[in-house]
Nanobody
Framework: QVRVVESGGGLVQPGGSLRLSCAAS????????GGWYRQAPGKQRELVAD???????NYADSVKGRFTISRDNAKNTVYLNMNSLKPEDTAVYYC????????????WGQGTQVTVSS
Protein backbone atom coordinates (compact mmCIF):
# COMPACT_ATOMS: atom_id res chain seq x y z
CA GLN A 1 0.00 0.00 0.00
CA VAL A 2 1.56 3.28 -1.14
CA ARG A 3 1.25 6.18 1.25
CA VAL A 4 1.86 9.84 0.40
CA VAL A 5 1.93 12.09 3.45
CA GLU A 6 2.22 15.88 3.42
CA SER A 7 3.32 17.97 6.37
CA GLY A 8 4.39 21.51 7.16
CA GLY A 9 1.21 23.47 6.57
CA GLY A 10 -0.12 26.06 8.98
CA LEU A 11 -1.00 29.69 9.58
CA VAL A 12 1.50 32.33 8.50
CA GLN A 13 1.41 36.10 8.11
CA PRO A 14 1.70 37.75 4.69
CA GLY A 15 5.32 37.91 3.66
CA GLY A 16 6.19 34.86 5.73
CA SER A 17 7.57 31.48 4.75
CA LEU A 18 6.64 27.83 5.06
CA ARG A 19 8.22 24.57 3.97
CA LEU A 20 6.00 21.69 2.92
CA SER A 21 7.25 18.12 2.88
CA CYS A 22 5.83 15.11 1.06
CA ALA A 23 7.04 11.65 2.04
CA ALA A 24 6.12 8.69 -0.15
CA SER A 25 6.38 5.01 0.62
CA UNK A 26 7.26 3.70 -2.83
CA UNK A 27 9.94 1.28 -3.84
CA UNK A 28 12.10 3.31 -6.24
CA UNK A 29 11.29 6.93 -5.50
CA UNK A 30 13.82 8.24 -8.00
CA UNK A 31 11.62 6.96 -10.86
CA UNK A 32 8.74 9.18 -9.84
CA UNK A 33 7.93 12.76 -10.73
CA GLY A 34 6.66 14.87 -7.85
CA GLY A 35 4.21 17.71 -7.85
CA TRP A 36 2.46 20.15 -5.56
CA TYR A 37 -1.10 21.25 -6.30
CA ARG A 38 -3.45 23.50 -4.38
CA GLN A 39 -7.16 24.03 -4.11
CA ALA A 40 -8.74 27.13 -2.62
CA PRO A 41 -12.41 27.19 -1.55
CA GLY A 42 -14.69 27.39 -4.57
CA LYS A 43 -11.83 26.96 -7.03
CA GLN A 44 -10.43 24.11 -9.07
CA ARG A 45 -7.29 22.31 -8.06
CA GLU A 46 -4.28 23.82 -9.82
CA LEU A 47 -0.66 22.88 -10.34
CA VAL A 48 1.75 24.89 -8.22
CA ALA A 49 5.06 23.25 -9.13
CA ASP A 50 6.44 19.93 -10.24
CA UNK A 51 9.79 18.22 -10.52
CA UNK A 52 10.69 15.40 -12.87
CA UNK A 53 12.61 12.28 -11.95
CA UNK A 54 15.65 13.99 -13.46
CA UNK A 55 15.19 17.16 -11.42
CA UNK A 56 13.67 19.45 -14.05
CA UNK A 57 11.27 21.90 -12.43
CA ASN A 58 8.17 23.75 -13.55
CA TYR A 59 6.20 26.48 -11.77
CA ALA A 60 2.88 28.23 -12.07
CA ASP A 61 3.35 31.87 -13.05
CA SER A 62 1.74 32.98 -9.80
CA VAL A 63 4.51 31.44 -7.68
CA LYS A 64 7.61 31.90 -9.83
CA GLY A 65 10.39 33.54 -7.89
CA ARG A 66 8.70 32.84 -4.55
CA PHE A 67 8.35 29.04 -4.36
CA THR A 68 11.00 26.37 -4.87
CA ILE A 69 10.36 22.68 -5.36
CA SER A 70 13.08 20.15 -4.63
CA ARG A 71 13.50 16.46 -3.90
CA ASP A 72 15.67 14.17 -1.79
CA ASN A 73 15.58 10.69 -3.27
CA ALA A 74 17.43 9.22 -0.29
CA LYS A 75 14.53 10.32 1.93
CA ASN A 76 11.70 9.60 -0.56
CA THR A 77 10.63 13.21 -0.08
CA VAL A 78 9.57 16.18 -2.18
CA TYR A 79 9.71 19.67 -0.68
CA LEU A 80 8.05 22.98 -1.43
CA ASN A 81 9.72 26.04 0.01
CA MET A 82 7.31 28.97 -0.01
CA ASN A 83 8.53 32.52 0.56
CA SER A 84 6.86 35.92 0.38
CA LEU A 85 3.50 34.30 0.99
CA LYS A 86 0.36 36.17 0.03
CA PRO A 87 -3.25 35.79 1.20
CA GLU A 88 -4.10 34.39 -2.23
CA ASP A 89 -1.75 31.47 -1.55
CA THR A 90 -4.25 30.23 1.04
CA ALA A 91 -5.41 26.77 0.02
CA VAL A 92 -5.15 23.08 0.75
CA TYR A 93 -1.88 21.88 -0.75
CA TYR A 94 -1.70 18.38 -2.17
CA CYS A 95 1.29 16.31 -3.14
CA UNK A 96 1.24 14.00 -6.12
CA UNK A 97 3.83 11.46 -7.20
CA UNK A 98 3.62 9.56 -10.44
CA UNK A 99 5.55 7.95 -13.24
CA UNK A 100 4.31 9.68 -16.41
CA UNK A 101 2.78 7.25 -18.88
CA UNK A 102 2.73 4.31 -16.47
CA UNK A 103 -0.67 3.10 -15.29
CA UNK A 104 -1.35 2.59 -11.60
CA UNK A 105 1.60 4.77 -10.64
CA UNK A 106 -0.29 7.92 -9.69
CA UNK A 107 -0.64 8.66 -5.97
CA TRP A 108 -1.95 11.65 -4.02
CA GLY A 109 -1.63 12.75 -0.43
CA GLN A 110 -4.48 13.85 1.81
CA GLY A 111 -3.54 17.52 1.71
CA THR A 112 -2.25 20.09 4.16
CA GLN A 113 -3.85 23.46 4.89
CA VAL A 114 -1.87 26.65 4.29
CA THR A 115 -3.46 29.85 5.53
CA VAL A 116 -1.87 33.24 4.91
CA SER A 117 -3.49 35.88 7.06
CA SER A 118 -2.66 38.68 9.44
Amino acid sequence: QVRVVESGGGLVQPGGSLRLSCAASVGIFSLYAGGWYRQAPGKQRELVADISSGGRTNYADSVKGRFTISRDNAKNTVYLNMNSLKPEDTAVYYCRINIPGVTRSDYWGQGTQVTVSS
